[in-house]
């Protein structure tokens, strides 16, 4: 297996863009070469991630983007998991390029749907879920992820309050963050004052929705270096599922596919949870990301909410968590957000993250899940 | 790298299907499951191949399907390359278990939108084109492949009648396929007398809009032989891409992703196009046909319509091209053709094909592309 690392990444703002989904999609791209310091030809496959195309009438969009980058001949396909597109992407990237196929490739994530309105994107948002079970009986995922906050309320010492913590916290790191969505400073009684999206969540326990684009040039140790750039290794892989409806689970307080995911690239990358310096985590309501830090095995289950109270997770903290701002503040273009962590990663690990660098970091994971993570995604980052 | 195999295929009827696109992909993956002889459980991932799932309103189909398969906790993904979605899936797949991340996984390719009209359907489609300049400006894939016949028509000797041809003998093989959406047969009469829909291209040119879902149980040589099951040897495997807009390109009537797969496809295979015994070509529309088996490099350019009319293509021929069906007869339920193309071969090569049998095949090629060649995936396969 060929060592593989991240040569270069690049990202629009997240937000509400006016281009088109080929066009930010290009812009990332462009601007990853650029920080890779290679020539499009040098490419020898994209990765695109996207989950609604058909929102911006261009499904098919690879071959769109080979051409735009004037490297039409080069093979390239779309992958769907749907908020966990990008690391589903990133990881068959990743496997091509361990596995000698191609010497480096291009993984860029897009998302364009702000243009359809909040009642589109949330009834096209629904066919993510196990539709059968859940979408058509009306339980979209602020409704799903809501009983997972009731749960953990139920079942764990935890308030309403907590959860408000962890938006405080990501919007506190994204006004650090030039490409963030919401750079907004925002306090406890901001959240908890906040409209109810569904009980207990409020409308700022939410992510936004976003447009957005990002992009990284993935490729071999031996590609890098001969390449001269700045680059960090890719040193763990995993991948898991859960049962597709929220109600096939045994437990609503855990996601089976982060466990699955994250023991698989810790046995890979031959480290614990102990040794991530920071992790980028799928934070689309403040309730993820309180189970993801506990199933990453950050902190022990029921654990989560006093870590975020005690300033664990903040930028200063003993594990600095989503120090982009996350989905809450960063954004959430759902086809590009996994790709957006590594982007961050990349950017915390080469010293290009300003003022929100974490600091003496040297090791960084990402999560990311699809639904309520029926789908799941973690790899872990090293510095050379 | 491992030696990949295909060791057991199932498929659904294509046509106009009444069951969701979760229930039709399940019931394809259970008789692949049921034809390789293994348990649920030995599948270590599945790749899902699947365009408009919105039509439906299923996306991120994976985890339903695994779920259903009850295996939750594998996982999954999608993959979109327009109608060459399920050899871009296949090819992903068959990348995975060469590199030996898995064992043993589920390719599933799906579709499931005729209950939603021809207009809908049309319209949809046309996303799939480089919609900037060609679906905007109401270039749908008629026009546009109608241009590649018309280019055809100027260029060499031929005529409206050769391309009829193809039709009628597609539709041949198909009536000795149960599993066909059209199983009539046609008369080259027929074909001149019906509809134009974009000149020179007839409604017998066409390919009709099929639901339906195909399955593969792809996994390494040595999982075949433990589990006893008939299998075939997966030999080459080739990707490429040509302008995602038909004015790209220097030439109307040859497709360059497909020289570049079938270049890749025979050096990986060590074998060259006069090796193939037969093949399963993608023919949206009778054009395709021609233009792929030049572009394949089983005639010259300019000479597949002599091919056809000698009846070198038949199924008793010299090298018979679709002896399914293809798309023209079999049907084209657009995240499933490529995968039903495999499933084909594993059946001609396994002895399953019945009447419409290759006799003495021991090599298969398949050819699936995305768009008017945007994308496209070349697999060989061999006999034990």
New interface residues.
Partial sequence: ?EQVCVLGAGSTKYGKLED?I?DITVQASVDAIDSAGIEPREIG?GYISN????AD????L???I??NLG????????????CG?GS?SFR?AF??V??G?YDAVLVAGTEKVTHTGTEWTTT?FS??????YE??AGASFPGLFASMARAYLNEFKATEEDFARVAVKNHENGLLNPKAHLQKKITIDDVMASAVVASPLKLYDCCPFSDGASSVILCSEKFAKEHGGEYIRVTGSG???????LQ?REQMTTI??TR??AEQAYKMAGVGPKDIDFAEVHDCFTIAEIVDTEDLGFFEKGKGVAAVREDATSRGGEIPINPSGGLKSKGHPIGATGVGQVVEVYDQLTGKAGQRTVKGATTGLTHNF??TG??C?VHIFQSV
Avoid: T, W
């Fill in positions: 297996m088109s080929s496959a989950v609604f195309g058909v009438k261009q499904v098919h690879g071959p769109v080979m051409s490297i039409p001949e080069r093979p390239s396909l779309s992958i769907e998991s749907a597109s589903a068959e496997a091509n361990a596995a196929f096209y066919y993510c879920s196990d539709f059968f979408g058509q991948r898991g599922g859960s049962s597709a409806a096939g089976p596919s699955i995911a699809g639904a029926a789908s995604a």
